[in-house]
């Protein structure tokens, strides 16, 4: 008998929709056919990367989310890699192409030759919102993974939807844990996020308190934008467990 995963989640029961609420509901997760995924986990602040440039508006956005982005990997993603390591859980590991230099051996299909230029209004909403020349002189420049979450030997990195399901069906994986950034953002609709990988039949799931959105100094007290990329995840897109779930989930593999 293959090892399990006993993980408790819930997801957002929509309908009848004038008595809307969470359901709870309990996976046995084969292990090998399970995958734990970090999402964007960029080193902007991080010890081991580029300083925040407060005339940037990039990575998490603005001072609180990235400082919360980098506890979440120290006290959250990492010891749930770790976890899955021990169990024999795969690990895989999302990144954005913006990186591509910084990881040679990662395929990349960014034509480095066209150097993209907004123009009219387009550049001036993104000047206001990002900051002048913002990708070629803000700290996505310098940024690489954060190195607490890595890659830890042969586990893959990639940068596209088609590269990890690749990887992923050749090994029958069928469920991806996600953690990772930004909740609001990345996690749903990047490469490798949840809409691509749901629409390639894959079971996702969200540990909530694994991830933060790109929250101002206004909603970061509330975690608006964090509560409402988890509402769209538990909705629409898959289930969503906690960091504890998942590590007594780990604990309790037999093989």
Known sequence: MSATLKLNARYYRA????????????????????????????????????????NYCVDMGWPQS????????????????????????????VEADWMDQEYPHVPSRRDRTKVWKPTGRQKEMLERAHGVDYMTRSPLTKMKRCGVVSPVGDEPMVFYTDQLDEYLKARQ???????????????????????????????????????????????????????????????????????????????????
Not at 28 to 51: F, Y
Not at 66 to 93: F, N, W
Not at 222 to 250: D, K, N, P
Request: charged share 20%; aromatic share 10%.
């Open 15 to 54: 309908l009848p929709i004038d008595r809307p609420g969470f359901e709870p509901v309990t996976f046995e997760l084969p292990v090998k056919q399970t995958a734990l995924l970090g999402m964007h986990c960029w080193n902007i602040g991080c010890p081991d990367g580029p300083p925040v440039d407060v």
């Open 173 to 255: 994986i069928e469920t991806l844990i996600y953690t990772g950034f930004a909740t609001d953002m990345c996690v749903l609709g990047s490469e490798g996020g949840a809409r691509a990988m749901l629409a390639r039949g894959y079971r996702c799931i969200l540990v909530r308190d694994g991830t933060v959105g790109v929250e101002t100094p206004e909603s970061f007290p509330e975690r608006l934008a964090t509560r409402y990329g988890t509402h769209i995840f538990e909705w629409s897109l898959g289930y969503s467990t906690t960091f504890a779930e998942f590590m007594t989930a780990a604990e309790g593999v037999k093989h």
């Open 66 to 93: 990235t400082a919360e982005s980098y506890r979440i990997m120290v006290d959250v993603i990492r010891p749930a890699m770790d976890a899955a390591r021990k169990v024999g859980l795969p690990v895989c590991h």
